[in-house]
């Protein structure tokens, strides 16, 4: 699984950790992340997320 980058403070969401922060449990795909979804860092919309290479 692919893991994404905010693009306005650096955070990666890795989708083998999940989000506990915001009850997402480990092995959440990113695609799969509600829409309203936020950074649990900065709190940037999930648009704000470009996968890493």
Do not use: H, V
Request: hydrophobic letters at 25%.
């Amino acid at each position: 699984m692919k893991k994404y980058q905010c693009q306005m403070c650096g955070y990666i969401y890795d989708p083998e950790k999940g989000d506990p922060k915001n009850n997402i449990p480990p092995g959440t795909p990113f695609e799969n992340l509600p829409e309203d979804w936020t950074c649990p860092s900065c709190a940037a919309p999930k648009g704000a997320f470009k996968p890493l290479s």
